[in-house]
């Protein structure tokens, strides 16, 4: 009897060995995900947090009894040819029936710009980690298999228009300073000057020629004699050279107008005492919740990372594609991409950080996100507000 019952725990044992090791060679159990490194490559921060998170998602799934949808994912790790002129456009994209989706880890608009126009119109998704400044829209729609975990720039103008909101009564002095030879910065100007004006605040708009120096100052003191003597707020759309200039000049003038940057805050601005920016990333680190994130992977495998929200976008971005797979009809023997292209512009609660982010369909990426308003304080980026902002459909101009 004996002998009997060890045969048959010994064939249970078999058998479940042989349908362990048929799931581990059977490709159309697995489904594969390309991966796009940041531009510093794998072996360096933050390429590294990225690869150990990947490999965080990649046990958690085969550990869950399910998968997804009853398949595991694989994250091939692609590398990018730093030395070529256009790496993007030498990554060789094998994309076959079991790859699910591409994503890239870039966050350089370069690299992110040339993977859409070689992707746009195709069946794969390709998932961008950042995005904020690369358009995924044609003809005012956004492309059907392009996805961005970043708010496109124009978020910056209902950001500061909600801060406005937030901080300032209706009849609070605000100028808008753009050039109207620069494409990009007059479109913005006009779509904050909309906003400020539909929020019940009668904005001023000057426009000035950013080729000549000599403009700036000249707005700067016709700003500051603007209506009296009562200081007002000024948003600038000049670029870098332009808010520099007009900043200095109130300097100059030691005015107390307060001088708001539509642009992206990097460290060339740490010098500009009291400049406030706009910014979807920048506190991150420090204010997004993704402290949480590092301890989850360290309390449930054991692995570290040092750059807590380069994880927390592998998670935001896995979770969006397991979210948009599992929403196909189950059984799903091989996927249908139509459908999944269709699942990934509508799916909701994607953890990130502190934030659960909901896909607009109108946009193909988040319908909001968190704006951490900075102002330069001691050569550094101090917080002063968060604000929840929408993000806003494209519009290629006024």
């Given at each position: 009897?004996?002998?009997?019952?060890?045969?048959?725990?010994?064939?249970?044992?078999l058998s479940n060995f042989a349908f362990c090791a048929q799931r581990e060679i059977n490709h159309d159990w697995v489904w594969n995900v390309l991966v796009?490194?940041?531009?510093?490559?794998?072996?360096?921060?933050?390429?590294?947090?990225?690869?150990?998170?990947?490999?965080?998602?990649?046990?958690?799934?085969?550990?869950?009894?399910?998968?997804?949808?009853?398949?595991?994912?694989?994250?091939?790790?692609?590398?990018?040819?730093?030395?070529?002129?256009?790496?993007?456009?030498?990554?060789?994209?094998?994309?076959?029936?079991?790859?699910?989706?591409?994503?890239?880890?870039?966050?350089?608009?370069?690299?992110?710009?040339?993977?859409?126009?070689?992707?746009?119109?195709?069946?794969?998704?390709?998932?961008?980690?950042?995005?904020?400044?690369?358009?995924?829209?044609?003809?005012?729609?956004?492309?059907?298999?392009?996805?961005?975990?970043?708010?496109?720039?124009?978020?910056?103008?209902?950001?500061?228009?909600?801060?406005?909101?937030?901080?300032?009564?209706?009849?609070?002095?605000?100028?808008?300073?753009?050039?109207?030879?620069?494409?990009?910065?007059?479109?913005?100007?006009?779509?904050?000057?909309?906003?400020?004006?539909?929020?019940?605040?009668?904005?001023?708009?000057?426009?000035?020629?950013?080729?000549?120096?000599?403009?700036?100052?000249?707005?700067?003191?016709?700003?500051?004699?603007?209506?009296?003597?009562?200081?007002?707020?000024?948003?600038?759309?000049?670029?870098?050279?332009?808010?520099?200039?007009?900043?200095?000049?109130?300097?100059?003038?030691?005015?107390?107008?307060?001088?708001?940057?539509?642009?992206?805050?990097?460290?060339?601005?740490?010098?500009?005492?009291?400049?406030?920016?706009?910014?979807?990333?920048?506190?991150?680190?420090?204010?997004?919740?993704?402290?949480?994130?590092?301890?989850?992977?360290?309390?449930?495998?054991?692995?570290?990372?040092?750059?807590?929200?380069?994880?927390?976008?592998?998670?935001?971005?896995?979770?969006?594609?397991?979210?948009?797979?599992?929403?196909?009809?189950?059984?799903?023997?091989?996927?249908?991409?139509?459908?999944?292209?269709?699942?990934?512009?509508?799916?909701?609660?994607?953890?990130?950080?502190?934030?659960?982010?909901?896909?607009?369909?109108?946009?193909?990426?988040?319908?909001?996100?968190?704006?951490?308003?900075?102002?330069?304080?001691?050569?550094?980026?101090?917080?002063?507000?968060?604000?929840?902002?929408?993000?806003?459909?494209?519009?290629?101009?006024?």
């Amino acid at each position: 009897m004996r002998k009997i019952f060890a045969s048959i725990v010994i064939v249970l044992c078999l058998s479940n060995f042989a349908f362990c090791a048929q799931r581990e060679i059977n490709h159309d159990w697995v489904w594969n995900v390309l991966v796009i490194p940041p531009l510093t490559g794998w072996e360096n921060e933050p390429g590294k947090s990225i690869s150990t998170a990947l490999k965080w998602c990649e046990a958690e799934i085969s550990d869950s009894g399910t998968g997804v949808a009853g398949h595991d994912l694989k994250f091939i790790r692609l590398n990018l040819n730093v030395s070529s002129d256009n790496p993007a456009r030498d990554l060789n994209l094998q994309v076959n029936d079991h790859t699910a989706a591409i994503m890239s880890f870039s966050l350089s608009p370069e690299i992110d710009r040339v993977l859409v126009s070689r992707l746009a119109g195709r069946e794969i998704p390709l998932m961008l980690a950042g995005g904020e400044n690369v358009l995924i829209d044609f003809a005012g729609r956004p492309f059907p298999n392009i996805f961005a975990l970043d708010l496109f720039r124009d978020y910056r103008c209902n950001a500061f228009t909600e801060y406005a909101k937030r901080i300032y009564k209706p009849d609070k002095r605000i100028a808008l300073a753009a050039s109207r030879f620069t494409v990009n910065q007059e479109r913005e100007a006009k779509i904050c000057y909309n906003m400020l004006d539909n929020a019940g605040f009668m904005p001023m708009p000057y426009w000035a020629d950013a080729s000549a120096r000599d403009s700036f100052s000249m707005m700067a003191e016709e700003i500051e004699s603007y209506e009296g003597e009562q200081a007002g707020v000024i948003i600038s759309f000049m670029g870098s050279m332009g808010a520099r200039e007009i900043w200095r000049n109130f300097m100059r003038l030691r005015s107390n107008w307060r001088l708001w940057n539509c642009a992206e805050p990097d460290p060339s601005y740490l010098s500009c005492k009291g400049m406030i920016f706009a910014d979807q990333n920048i506190s991150l680190a420090s204010a997004g919740g993704f402290l949480e994130t590092k301890r989850q992977l360290w309390r449930t495998r054991a692995m570290q990372v040092n750059n807590s929200v380069a994880a927390g976008r592998v998670i935001a971005l896995t979770e969006w594609l397991k979210k948009a797979i599992e929403l196909i009809p189950q059984p799903v023997d091989r996927l249908n991409y139509s459908l999944l292209l269709r699942n990934l512009e509508r799916v909701n609660s994607i953890p990130f950080g502190n934030q659960n982010l909901n896909i607009s369909s109108r946009l193909h990426r988040p319908s909001q996100r968190n704006v951490f308003i900075v102002e330069v304080r001691n050569r550094r980026y101090d917080n002063l507000d968060i604000v929840n902002v929408l993000g806003l459909v494209y519009v290629p101009g006024y």
